[in-house]
């Protein structure tokens, strides 16, 4: 049974102060916002969306463990809340905290748009795919309101550059007509987050993203359409969601994918100390199982830094999840190809650009 006093329709249980200004000053504990999606009652706090004005937003990925060249976030911080999410800890390079703030003061960057169409345009880039959602997911609720990914599609589509996406929200779907239109040249692949098939877990896990039945009609819907994707099995959590890797890939198979990829749970900065907190609150009955579980997979911690291993994890536990992992996609997904996008349209773009110039 949940902690009596377990927030409702959020991830982090706590504040935390920000690494950075935790000996300038204190930060307190807000109310939980309304969130009708869960029922829950109205308080006088309200996400807020905070305009900044980075000076680029095309970022070089250089850890050898994820599978992108380059990466962008319209937005900082991430309402969908997920209790596991590594990306919380990037919230301190921007003044706010790692636990709540991180889903409360999303950070806008209204000129997205216009920083991607600049970059597209400089002579020296060499066209490489470009994922949306390297951090935080560009379909979250913001999305709603500011509609930057679109905006960023549109240009990716005017300039010929592939793009991929990463999200687990349903909202990718608003935007079918980009993605069909991409797809034409072999310039788009979704990857769609499914961490489990239980909507109890889901709520608890993740507790503002989109429904379980919600992502595979969204994996059958772009499917359908031409569109390859992914599902990202992600994070595996021995003893929350491990014991559902097979259904998840079949389930996922079953409606489109052509492919599925999976990390091991790493609980990284101040995630740790977080989804402690959060478990015990959530699943007390199981919390010292499950973070002894994780912690086997990681040479006795909850997390491991090291480059090749730390997506991996090491030991018996790990090593039967990926056996699991094979079977399955020898089970499933036999020749399906998830694929390589097309680089060679942006060239061409850029040199008949250039040639009206001449």
């Known amino acids: 049974m949940k902690d009596e006093h377990f927030l409702k329709g959020r991830g982090a249980q706590r504040q935390v102060a920000n690494r950075f200004l935790e000996h300038i000053h204190e930060l307190r504990d807000?109310?939980?916002?309304?969130?009708?999606?869960?029922?829950e009652a109205a308080f006088d706090t309200k996400t807020r969306f905070i305009p900044v004005h980075p000076k680029t937003i095309v970022n070089k990925v250089n850890s050898p463990d994820v599978g992108m060249?380059?990466?962008m976030n319209p937005y900082q911080g991430c309402e969908h809340?997920?209790?596991y999410c590594y990306a919380r800890n990037t919230h301190d390079y921007w003044g706010y905290g790692p636990g709540l703030d991180f889903e409360r003061n999303i950070l806008v960057k209204h000129n997205a748009p216009a920083l991607l169409e600049a970059k597209l345009r400089t002579a020296p880039w060499q066209a490489s795919t470009i994922v949306m959602s390297g951090n935080t997911d560009c379909y979250q609720p913001a999305e709603h309101r500011f509609q930057l990914t679109r905006q960023c599609l549109e240009i990716f589509l005017r300039y010929r550059h592939p793009v991929g996406?990463?999200?687990k929200n349903a909202l990718v779907l608003r935007d079918l007509d980009l993605l069909k239109a991409l797809h034409k040249d072999g310039l788009v692949a979704v990857n769609i987050s499914v961490t489990t098939?239980?909507?109890k877990t889901r709520r608890s896990l993740e507790p503002r993203t989109a429904t379980i039945k919600k992502r595979l009609e969204t994996i059958q819907t772009l499917s359908d359409a031409g569109i390859p994707v992914n599902a990202m099995l992600a994070p595996i959590i021995p003893g929350i969601n491990s014991h559902e890797l097979m259904d998840l890939a079949k389930t996922c198979a079953e409606h489109g994918a052509r492919s599925f990829g999976f990390t091991i749970v790493r609980l990284n900065g101040a995630v740790g100390g977080l989804f402690t907190d959060w478990i015990h609150k959530a699943m007390p009955d199981r919390a010292d199982k499950v973070l002894n579980q994780i912690k086997e997979c990681h040479g006795g911690k909850l997390n491991d830094?090291?480059?090749?291993?730390r997506n991996r994890g090491e030991g018996k536990m790990a090593q039967q999840i990926h056996?699991?992992?094979k079977l399955a996609k020898r089970n499933y997904y036999g020749n399906r190809e998830y694929p390589v996008l097309n680089t060679q349209l942006h060239a061409a773009f850029k040199n008949d650009q250039l040639s009206l110039f001449l």
Do not use: K, P, Q, V
């Open 81 to 83: 809340g997920c209790i």
């Open 323 to 325: 056996d699991m992992a």
């Open 30 to 39: 807000d109310f939980l916002e309304f969130c009708a999606l869960e029922g």
């Open 197 to 199: 098939l239980s909507e």
């Open 165 to 167: 996406i990463i999200t």
């Open 305 to 309: 830094s090291r480059f090749g291993i």
């Open 69 to 71: 060249a380059y990466s």
